[in-house]
C-alpha cells in the first residue's frame, strides 16, 4: 500500500508540474565523426542542450551512417529507429524533386543568412512539413532548417571559371545539383560526404561539392585537391532538423521551447564560427604556397548563375510541391531584393 502511494504521489506531481519523462533524443547528422561540424555538435552543443533542460532533455548527435545509410534516415525517424535527424535535405531527392529546391538552390543566394531566413522565416520550413507530411504519413515533425556556411569547392586541378567545367567528373548530390554541373560541362558523380577523399584520392573524381572550407581541411581534402575554389560558386546545403512526430509530441511544452531555441542557437553560433575559421584557414593556405585558392571572375559566377537559373525553371515542373518550393523561393527573394 505504501508503495501505491509514493506511485500516486511521483504522478500527480508530474502532472501538476508539467514535467515530462527525461528523453535523451538519438539522432543521426550528415558530417563523419572527425569533421569540424561535428565536433562542434558533439563537443560542445550537444551538451548544452542538457544544461539548458536540467537534464531532462538531451541529444545524442551520431555521425553520418551510423545507424542507417545517408539516404534512409527519414524513414528511420517515421518509423521510430531514430528519434530524430540532422541530415542534409537533398539526400532524398529521388523521392520529390521539390527536397533539391529546398536542400539547395544551387547559385541562387549570397549568404547562409538569407537561405536561413528562407527557410525559417520565408516559407522553407513549411514546405518541407508538407513533404514529410506526404511521404511519412504526417510521422515527423520539422524544428528547422538551413545552411551553416557556403561551401567551397575541392579540386585536384585548377577549375577558374565555368569553360574549365567540361568534362570535370565532379562529386555532386543527386538532384538539382548534378543537374546544373551537368548543364555547365561537367560530369556529375554522386556519392555521400563519407567517401569524397578516397574518390579524390583514387581520381574516381577529380572535384567535389563537399563542405565548410574549415571542414574540408578537417577531412584532410585540401592534402589532395589543392586548388579549392572559395568562396564557393554554388553550393549552400540545407541541413534539417526533425524529430518522431510520437516523440515530439511526449515532450513538455518546455521541452519543445527548448529544443526550437538550442536548435537555432546552435547553428547560428555554427554558421558565425565557419565564417571566421573558413576566412582564417584561407589566409595561412594562401600564405604558405602550396596550395592555390582560386577565386572565380564575377563574369564567370554570372554565366554559372543564367545556367543554374534555367535548371530551377525545369525542375520546379517535375513536381507540385517542387514548383510550390520554387515559387516560394522566388517570393522571398524578391522580398528581400535579390530578385526584381
Known sequence: MKKGFVALGAALLVAMTGMAEAKTLKVQASSAAG?????FMTE???????????????????????????????????????????????????????????????????????????????????????????????KIHVIGCGPYTKEALVAKKPIRGVDDLAG???????????EVFRRAGAS????????????????????ADASAYVNNTASGMHKIAKYPIYPGIHSMAVLQFVVNKDVWNKLSDAQRMMLDTWYVAAYSTMRREADL????????????????????????????????????KDYGKKSPLAQEALDTHIAYMKRIGLLD
Not at 77 to 105: C, W
Request: aromatic letters at 8%.
Open 188 to 207: 556529375p558523380v554522386s556519392l555521400p560526404f563519407s567517401e569524397v577523399y578516397t574518390a579524390l584520392d583514387k581520381g574516381i573524381v577529380d572535384a
Open 44 to 138: 560542445d552543443w550537444a551538451n548544452r542542450l542538457a544544461v539548458m533542460s536540467g537534464g531532462d532533455l538531451k541529444i545524442e548527435v551520431l555521425p553520418t551512417k551510423a545507424v542507417v545509410p545517408h539516404r534512409e534516415t527519414i524513414d528511420a525517424v517515421a518509423n521510430g529507429i531514430l528519434d530524430g535527424d540532422l541530415n542534409a535535405v537533398s539526400y532524398f531527392t529521388g523521392r520529390d524533386p521539390a527536397f533539391a529546391m529546398i536542400g539547395d538552390l544551387i547559385a541562387g543566394y549570397d549568404t547562409a543568412e538569407q537561405v536561413q531566413t528562407f527557410c525559417m522565416h520565408g516559407g522553407g520550413k513549411e514546405i518541407l512539413q508538407k513533404l514529410y507530411d506526404k511521404y511519412t504519413n504526417g
Open 35 to 39: 569533421d569540424w561540424a561535428h565536433r
Open 168 to 178: 570535370v567528373k565532379i562529386r555532386s548530390p543527386e538532384g538539382l545539383a548534378s
Open 277 to 312: 575559421q573558413d576566412h582564417d584557414l584561407v589566409a595561412k593556405d594562401k600564405a604558405g604556397g602550396d596550395i592555390t585558392v582560386v577565386d572565380w571572375p564575377q563574369a564567370d559566377r554570372d554565366k554559372f548563375r543564367k545556367i543554374a537559373v534555367e535548371a530551377w
